[in-house]
């Protein structure tokens, strides 16, 4: 028996002993008090003892979950565990904030199947030292009410202050955690400015999520070194500089890591060329800028700017496909024939010359034969035209697989200089978008199944099979619009393509896009090849991007091995531990970043909405809950209606998914089309309130 398990042998009968205790009962040397310590904090940290009053151990008798934090709006709170999430409500959370690592205790009696509700039991790390929040001041304190992170306030002392002002946003640093009876404390280190103003929440949701758009001056050093560097082509890299390479991207790209190249053969067969942006030569394996990328795990897009995975000087730069200048480069060479059909396929080293930066709206204008842009690029048309034939092809092939295509709109917002919402509209989507889409998806797949087949541990991007339970909820919604998944043991991506096709066209269509996608798993990374549901592939990755995602670095550099040295078992154990842990991490980046994102379009939505108070607007029910209906307009900002502020009565029929006005009777439904007029909009708590119009005298419209 080792010295672990004698100690959780002697606390199982021996419950609350302290550290001297222990080594005495045992008969440790008093040498080993620093190990025995070191030893009860692994034990409490995994979960196997709490510590109690008095500074006592007791085995942990149920099972303890171990996760990190999420405040939800200041309400409550979910814990995330590898395999799982549970709710926390606000008087368990019992003063822990978001990104803390915890212990939580499973309430049985208040849990069932997936879901789980517990309480903290134990904060084993804290998240950040530091909180955003607005500041309240009093005469000798003050107060930082934390936004969307803790449910507890900041103590600030007077002389901790900072010249800060009464309501002002403020960065404030912990240096006291308090405890049951006595409140955090710290001081104020950063001013941001009027909680009110758009630019400055776009400020303190940067530093909240702890994003940056500098590097050290370390990785300046280092990246000084990489430009100085003479470039030396390899005579493994094939040179395809005499090709006519095109990049097609939106108009305010300037990180191009994809280019393209199609030739139809006389025998009507296709050659495309995929050459990927061959960041690898750069970014070395384990150097600063590595392992700066690898902790970012990918570029994040705000409204407003780009927070970059990599320096500008190589993502816009050394890395970035630019016109007219030899770039390195990763190249899947792929034939198909007439039908679409993979006849074989190769990938290696290159080195390529773009002859045209193309945009998105440029392409389309040409394949909708504009004259102007005929004319323009006479000399890449017939190119143009083909791909636009082999892209129908390989889109065919794929919806007729199963693949599902939810082909949603997505919200685009147009600044002015002022960095002010200048207009909202829908992101078109065009052929152009599509080909790309069509290009960069066969080449991911391409990659995959040869890392696969070579039996080398790589990234792949998975998206799993929903479980028969998420079929189930899924069509009790999709009932309600009479439409249903048969046969839930055995599912199929083509199930849900069938139920899109059916509401194609309809008044519903959006919204049953919308459930059906939130019906799904989210996709991410791992080492194992699970393939990917949506896009109804045996095997996917991310090939495609490595300027702004760490995943394809990572694919680039895993193929660069295998098709040159293939590593020796040992080294594979080796990659594939070492990949497991890098998965987990960019998956967590990722969803991070998607959410960010989400929320700085919110935060400029919100503003440019924030005059629009008593305007009338249709709208569609997204959503029903017990307190109000969520309605999204036409250009996609979403509002809820609280039945709170409402002189009417109204009940949630949970069962059937509809909200009842009483002395009416009118029923709400999903899908309904409804108008509304804007009554409040909340910058603060980033919410729009609106009511339902039935005419200009009704009482419904404003009430407060």
């Known amino acids: 028996m080792d010295r672990e398990e004698k100690i959780l042998d002697y606390l199982e009968n021996n419950s609350g002993k302290g550290i001297n205790q222990i080594i005495e009962d045992l008969g440790l040397s008093k040498k080993t008090k620093k190990k025995t310590r070191k030893l009860l904090q692994k034990l ?8 109690v009053k008095g500074g006592g151990y007791t085995v942990e008798k149920s099972e303890l979950l171990k996760g990190k934090v999420k405040i939800i709006k200041n309400k409550f709170a979910f814990v995330d565990g590898d395999e799982e999430s549970v709710f926390i409500p606000p008087r368990k959370i019992n003063g822990a904030m978001t990104d803390d690592i915890v212990l939580v205790k499973i309430d049985e009696e208040k849990s069932s199947g997936d879901k789980k509700e517990g309480e903290i039991v134990q904060i084993l790390e804290r998240g950040k030292q530091t909180i955003i929040g607005i500041f309240e001041e009093h005469e000798q304190f003050g107060f930082v009410y934390a936004m969307g992170n803790s449910l507890q306030d900041i103590y600030v002392n007077r002389r901790n202050f900072n010249r800060a002002k009464n309501n002002e946003l403020v960065v404030v640093e912990i240096y006291s955690w308090g405890d049951k009876d006595k409140k955090p404390e710290g001081k104020i280190i950063k001013k941001l400015g009027n909680p009110y103003d758009s630019d400055t929440r776009l400020e303190a949701l940067i530093l909240e999520k702890g994003y940056t758009e500098d590097f050290s001056s370390e990785i300046k050093k280092e990246l000084a070194v990489i430009k100085n560097k003479k470039e030396e082509v390899s005579k493994k890299r094939i040179d395809l500089t005499d090709l006519d390479f095109i990049t097609i991207d939106g108009e305010d790209a300037k990180d191009l890591d994809d280019a393209v190249y199609l030739e139809k053969m006389e025998d009507g067969n296709y050659k495309l060329m995929v050459s990927i942006a061959d960041v690898s030569y750069y970014v070395k394996k384990n150097s600063l800028l590595d392992e700066e990328a690898q902790k970012r795990g990918n570029s994040v897009y705000l409204v407003d700017r780009v927070i970059p995975m990599l320096p500008r000087e190589l993502s816009n730069g050394l890395c970035s496909l630019n016109q007219g200048e030899k770039k390195y480069t990763f190249t899947a060479e792929i034939k198909l024939d007439k039908t679409g059909k993979i006849l074989s396929e190769k990938t290696y080293k290159s080195e390529i010359k773009t ?19 005929l004319e323009r690029y006479q000399e890449i048309v017939g190119m143009l035209e083909n791909m636009e034939e082999l892209a129908q092809l390989i889109r065919a092939k794929r919806i007729e697989r199963g693949a599902i295509n939810f082909d949603m709109p997505e919200t685009k917002v147009i600044l002015n200089e002022a960095k002010k919402v200048k207009e909202i509209k829908l992101r078109e989507r065009g052929e152009a978008e599509k080909i790309i889409e069509d290009f960069m998806i066969l080449a991911n797949e391409v990659v995959a199944e040869k890392l696969f087949w070579m039996e080398i541990p790589s990234v792949y991007r998975i998206h799993e099979v929903p479980t028969k339970e998420d079929i189930e909820k899924l069509n009790m919604t999709l009932g309600k619009f009479g439409y249903k998944i048969h046969d839930t043991e055995i599912i199929h991506p083509g199930k849900y393509q069938k139920i899109l096709k059916q509401a194609e066209n309809t008044e519903t269509e959006l919204l049953i896009r919308k459930v059906m996608l939130r019906s799904l798993q989210q996709a991410k990374y791992a080492v194992e090849n699970l393939g990917h549901f949506g896009l109804a592939s045996n095997y996917y990755t991310h090939f495609t991007s490595p300027i702004r995602r760490y995943s394809d670095l990572l694919v680039h550099r895993i193929l660069g091995e295998a098709i040159g040295k293939y590593p020796n078992y040992k080294k594979l154990i080796k990659i594939k531990e070492e990949l497991k842990e890098v998965t987990n991490h960019i998956s967590q980046t990722e969803r991070k970043a998607m959410k960010t994102e989400e929320e700085s379009i919110k935060i400029k939505v919100i503003e440019y909405m924030s005059d629009k108070i008593g305007e ?26 609280d039945i709170k502020n ?8 949970e069962k059937n998914y509809k909200m009842l006005e009483k002395n009416s009777n009118k029923v709400y439904n999903l899908g309904e089309n409804v108008k509304i007029i804007i009554t409040k909009v909340d910058i603060l708590n980033l919410k729009i309130d609106v009511a339902f119009y039935e005419g200009e005298n009704n009482g419904e419209n404003y009430s407060k």
């Open 44 to 51: 409490e940290e995994e979960g196997k003892i709490t510590e």
């Open 355 to 373: 002859v045209e930066r193309m945009t998105y709206k440029n392409v389309n204008r040409i394949l909708d034969k504009d004259s102007e842009m």
């Open 616 to 641: 009338v607007y249709d709208g569609i029910v997204s959503g029903i809950i017990k307190n109000g209906i969520f309605i999204m307009l036409s250009n996609q900002v979403e509002c809820f209606f």
């Open 646 to 653: 409402s002189p009417k009565f109204y009940t949630f029929d």
